[in-house]
Structure formats: C-alpha cells, structure tokens
C-alpha cells in the first residue's frame, strides 16, 4: 500500500503561516492526485485544496488565496504552504491520494493538527 508521510503541523498564532508537508513514492507520484483535507472533531473531512500531475488546481472555497499547494515530483512531495490563518482554520489535516488513471482513492495520511490560537 502506498504511504503517505505528513509532516509540518502545529501551532501559530492568527495572522502567521505554516508549511504542511505529504511525501510518498516517487514511482507513482506522476500518475497521483495529491490533496489536502481537514476535519474539526464532529465535523465532515472537507477539501482544502488538491493539485493534478498537470498541475491543475481546486482549492476550497475558505481559502479565498491563504494557501497555495505545490508539488515536487522529483522529491514525490506535495506541500501546503498556508498564510493568514485564522482559528477557524484549526483541525486535523490530511494528505490524500487519488489515482489519475481511474480517480480511486489510493490511501490518506494519518493526520496532522494544525492549531491557530486567537
């Protein structure tokens, strides 16, 4: 199974940034959609932003040009670098891969809390 490594939560006042990292394979790296989730405890997982091989992009709507994804295929690791948080955006964050050939889930990440104090 494909594993999908999180790294770079924590927490930040409002108004800072942070730099949320998801590194995988990179044999299988070109052919995945890679994308970030959060979840806030009993709430649904919702899209934060997701990124194709291609380089095409879809960002929730909450994120109003805060946050960037990118992807380096070389390293086969996919980052969040988000800006201007603010507390709403406190939750768990997950990496999450799609197969671009038939658009199946290939696997989450275990999660990273991201905490914004006011």
């Known amino acids: 199974q494909v594993q999908l490594v999180e790294s770079g939560g924590g927490l930040v006042e409002a108004g800072g940034s942070l730099t949320l990292s998801c590194e995988t394979s990179?044999?299988?790296?070109?052919?995945?959609?890679m994308g970030w989730y959060r979840q806030i405890p009993g709430g649904d997982r919702e899209l934060v932003a997701l990124?194709?091989?291609?380089?095409?992009?879809k960002y929730g709507d909450f994120v109003e040009g805060r946050f960037t994804i990118s992807r380096d295929r070389g390293r086969g690791t996919m980052s969040l670098h988000m800006t201007s948080l603010k507390p709403e955006d406190t939750a768990v964050y997950y990496c999450?891969?799609?197969?671009?050939?038939?658009?199946?889930?290939?696997?989450w990440g275990q999660g990273t809390q991201v905490t914004v104090s006011s």
């Open positions: 999450h891969a799609r197969s671009q050939l038939n658009l199946r889930d290939v696997n």
């Open positions: 990179t044999i299988i790296f070109g052919s995945l959609i």
């Open positions: 990124q194709a091989p291609g380089g095409n992009t």
